[in-house]
């Protein structure tokens, strides 16, 4: 616990001390705390919380954390906030979507609610999760701090059995998304940065020993008759963990390292799950008072030369990119958002979808497991990250192990990207291979892939991260950035990649709201015809395994400002409404529909 100075000393103290941070930067919230949620019920903290907005980080300065809460009255100095009374906000929420005046605001906001908890029994343990926060978050519990996580796009546990009473309990979370050059993202992105705790936050009761981790995946050869299964506890037992796949009549018992790890493979001859057939099984593990469960379908993907497979038979990615993002909820992502993501998404005949830049609420991939459909997962190590700099590369190993721990039993998920239009720089390149390091030992069941740029000196596919990945993504813009599209067939025609490509993305601004021209840049019409040029070329190239046109709906950013966009990248094939469909949208539609035909 930080002791609070009193009244007038801490008030000099404070605006003095330009390292008052230093204290709570520490990044100590990663991935090796992640609690496996399967099947664990959550109180959900949802709901109105104190809030105050902090420019200035007034609050970590003067620590409002140990303000008590008295009532104004019975104070014995004056502060600057009370964290008890006031505004509130519902969590989740973005705040630049709730007010006009912090539609812009970039930097602390202070969180606070009450905890009622009726106590902690003996063999219990209590975890705070955040599903994010964007994008800095610092916790509090009765004023003492607890931890920061850095990465607004990945969920994060805080352990509070030594914190929290019996009785009433302040939690507070500072969240801060003040956008800098060595984040991940940096400064500089195309997509809007919205602030807040945005996902789900909650308490997690669990046994004193609990099964922290469950990775159970299809492997070896193509008989498609090995699963693995992976275990972490936490905590004291002399006890395996007990595995079972009722459905498939297994049960096993996993003996514990000293670590607390285990492992097994067993033989097993699950039916594959496909987007023809997405299906799945109930896998349940127990370790003495504790149990998780989750839903997983079995499948392999493999990647020899430019073709990729799934199950053993060649595979094209049918895709379509997408944000999330909303004109009213920002990147709060309702149920029935999600829906309509997937039922557009079956409207266009795709079988993939390309999560961009950033890892997306949980609930999606769940949804493409039971809906049946092929994703990409994404880290934002987006543009010109600071990749000479250790601290910069920690925070995008720590966002990918994130992703890599929450989301490893998705069969849905079949590509890792670690990374999108990156320069080829020498410290690009060491970034970027310890990220895929990183998702090879964490998950070789995977593919790995980046959405690179073209080499424009060359007009080719060349990229030094290729000879690393499985899968080249490749961010094409011919018909738009680079006006003359004939050099799309120069630059496949100069390309011999040796792998399979996927045309991560390519696309047109198409703006059809008031005000809307009838032809040239970003008119409907223009957006049309990029789409159908790009068809007929990328359809007849052998080494193009996949596409995923950018992008499903229009979405908010702050760099674009001419009269088109006003605030929107314009490039959906759904406008911000999220109803009204552009020329576009049938032509790739129809396109996919031949290919799903002809599969
Ligand atoms: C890109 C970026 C994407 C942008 C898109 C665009 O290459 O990867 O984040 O939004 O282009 O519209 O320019």
Known sequence: MLERMEGAENALACLHDEDYDVPFNTQSLNADGLVFMGGRQQELLNGEWNFCVDLLDTGLRQKWHTLQPEAPEDRSEPYDYDPYLGETVPVPSCWSMLKEKWYFFEGSAWYTRAVDFDGLGADERLFLRVGAAQYDCKV??????????????????????????????????????????????????????????????????????????????????????????????????????????????????????????????????????????????????????????????????????????????????????????????????????????????????????????????????????????????????????????????KDAQNQLRELIRRDRNRASVIIWSVGNENPDTDERLAFMRALVETANSMDPTRLTSAA????????????????????????????????????????????????????????????????????????????????????????????????????LYDFRVERRQNMYQRGWNRKGLIASDKETKKQAFHLLSAFYGELKGKA
Request: glycine share 8%; proline share 4%; charged share 25%.
């Open 140 to 393: 509090f519990l009765n004023g003492a701090f607890l931890g920061n996580h850095y990465g607004g796009s990945t969920p994060f546990n805080v352990e509070l059995s030594e914190y929290i009473k019996t009785g009433r309990n302040w939690l507070m979370l500072v969240v801060n998304n003040t956008r800098t050059r060595d984040r991940v993202p940096m400064r500089n992105t195309d997509w809007f940065n919205y602030g807040g705790i945005y996902r789900d936050v909650s308490l997690i009761r669990t046994p004193k020993t609990f099964i922290k981790d469950l990775y159970v995946a299809l492997v070896g050869d193509d008989s498609y008759s090995k699963i693995a299964i992976d275990v972490e506890v936490d905590g004291e037992t002399s006890q395996p963990v007990q595995v079972a796949i009722a459905e498939l009549g297994l049960t096993c018992a996993i003996p514990l390292e000293r670590d607390g790890r285990g492992s097994v493979i067993i033989e097993a001859r699950p039916e594959l799950w496909s987007p023809e057939s997405p299906r799945l099984y109930d896998v349940e593990a127990t370790v003495g008072a504790d149990r998780v469960r989750d839903r997983i379908g079995f499948r392999q993907i493999k990647q020899i030369g430019e073709q990729l497979y799934l199950n053993g038979e060649s595979l094209f990615l049918r895709g379509i990119s997408v944000h999330e993002d909303d004109e009213v909820h920002g990147k709060v992502l309702l149920d029935s958002d999600l829906e309509r993501r997937f039922r557009h998404a079956k409207e266009l005949n795709c079988n993939f979808m390309r999560f961009a830049h950033y890892p997306h609420d949980e609930r999606a991939a769940k949804m493409a497991d039971e809906l049946g459909f092929l994703l990409w997962e994404e880290i934002p190590v987006y543009w010109a990250i600071d990749f000479a700099n250790p601290a910069t590369l």
């Open 452 to 551: 690179c740029l073209v080499n424009h000196a060359k007009n080719r596919i060349e990229d030094r991260l290729a000879q690393y990945i499985n899968v080249i993504g490749i961010n094409e813009y011919y018909g738009w950035y680079d006006e003359n599209f004939d050099d799309l067939i120069e630059f496949l025609d100069n390309s011999d990649p040796g792998k399979p490509v996927v045309i991560s993305e390519t696309g047109a601004d198409g703006y059809i709201g008031e005000g809307k021209l009838e032809s040239g840049f970003f008119s409907e019409a223009y957006m049309a015809e990029v789409y159908k040029k790009q068809i007929a070329t990328l359809r007849e190239r052998e080494f193009v395994k996949g596409i995923s046109p950018w992008i």
